[in-house]
């Protein structure tokens, strides 16, 4: 009788048993948060790159060549993030669904070579990855697109938890819509300020909430900047009677002391990574909330 109850009950808990939920990785602090969000609860993404490196030229260690060999998942934001990830994925990640972010035709994507804000809608994929602003996430209208992204491709991939992700992803999409209430009045009262950038990485966060466009110092990748182009946002700072020029922790302080030495602009930070966060389901919401916090608290009137 004992064995014929073990048995059964053997039988029954192999029938319920959920499988094992897919290994998953993603590539930066951002992407990571929203991935947590959606798989709270069922299990935990690794997160490729620290927020305190710089995603565009990094080096993977062995321990992240091997969750990204051992992944079944991988959201990444693509190639004008991450150009050597492709080569990576390619080579460690035979296994893997890489899903390409920026490759969604639901995003609002944004180019540097466009002012942006005129048309938030404008939707040009056509010319190429080089131009993209990959600094998706700063508009939290696409978090919101990228929790659905994530949620479908988790569910389609692990049905036993598809519930799950997608009550986990509306959840998330109610906190994003009342943060966006949030910072939109919270940024009101600097619509009209004029300021300086080290990173040409805000004019999501800067067209989502009508904000002035930033003048940056370096390229959208953030490349050192020569005499002449100092020399030249030293003069800006001047004519458009700069508040702020806001720098990155990873961005060296000279140069921004160099250029608003002698000048009534002030030096401030921003961390459009998560650098100073702890990574995981609560980051992308911290981070939206310091950027404002940053942002107004240098530049209101």
């Given at each position: 009788m004992r064995t014929t109850f073990l048995a059964?009950?053997?039988?029954?808990?192999?029938?319920?048993?959920?499988?094992?939920?897919?290994?998953?990785?993603?590539?930066?602090?951002?992407?990571?948060?929203?991935?947590?969000?959606?798989?709270?609860?069922?299990?935990?993404?690794?997160?490729?790159?620290?927020?305190?490196?710089?995603?565009?030229?990094?080096?993977?260690?062995?321990?992240?060549a091997r969750a990204l060999t051992d992944a079944d998942v991988v959201f990444?934001?693509?190639?004008?993030?991450?150009?050597?990830?492709?080569?990576?994925?390619?080579?460690l990640g035979n296994n893997a669904q890489a899903v390409e972010l920026l490759e969604s035709e639901d995003l609002a994507l944004l180019h540097y070579e466009e002012a942006g804000h005129e048309d938030e809608e404008h939707d040009a994929h056509h010319h190429g990855h080089d131009s993209i602003d990959p600094h998706i996430w700063l508009d939290p209208v696409n978090a919101r697109t990228l929790?659905?992204?994530i949620a479908d491709t988790l569910a389609a991939r692990d049905a036993e938890n598809a519930s799950h992700y997608r009550s986990n992803a509306k959840a998330a999409a109610a906190t994003l819509d009342a943060l966006l209430e949030e910072t939109t009045a919270a940024t009101a009262?600097?619509?009209?300020?004029?300021?300086?950038?080290?990173?040409?990485?805000?004019?999501?966060?800067?067209?989502?909430?009508?904000?002035?466009?930033?003048?940056?110092?370096?390229?959208?990748?953030?490349?050192?900047?020569?005499?002449?182009?100092?020399?030249?946002?030293?003069?800006?700072?001047?004519?458009?009677?700069?508040?702020?020029?806001?720098?990155?922790?990873?961005?060296?302080?000279?140069?921004?002391?160099?250029?608003?030495?002698?000048?009534?602009?002030?030096?401030?930070?921003?961390?459009?990574?998560?650098?100073?966060?702890?990574?995981?389901?609560?980051?992308y919401e911290a981070l939206i909330r310091d950027l404002t916090r940053s942002m107004v608290g240098c530049l209101k009137p």
């Open positions: 059964l009950a053997a039988t029954l808990f192999a029938s319920t048993a959920y499988a094992d939920p897919p290994r998953v990785v993603a590539d930066v602090a951002p992407i990571h948060s929203l991935v947590a969000q959606v798989m709270q609860g069922v299990a935990e993404p690794t997160l490729l790159v620290p927020a305190r490196n710089s995603p565009h030229g990094y080096a993977l260690k062995v321990s992240q990444w934001v693509g190639e004008a993030l991450t150009p050597w990830l492709e080569k990576a994925l390619d080579t929790l659905t992204i009262e600097i619509k009209d300020r004029r300021y300086i950038v080290y990173h040409d990485g805000y004019q999501y966060f800067e067209a989502r909430f009508g904000l002035g466009r930033a003048i940056p110092i370096a390229n959208g990748h953030a490349a050192k900047p020569g005499a002449k182009r100092l020399r030249e946002i030293r003069d800006a700072a001047t004519d458009i009677d700069a508040r702020c020029l806001f720098a990155e922790k990873q961005f060296g302080s000279r140069t921004v002391q160099s250029i608003i030495r002698g000048t009534d602009t002030v030096e401030a930070q921003l961390d459009p990574m998560g650098q100073s966060l702890e990574p995981g389901p609560a980051l």
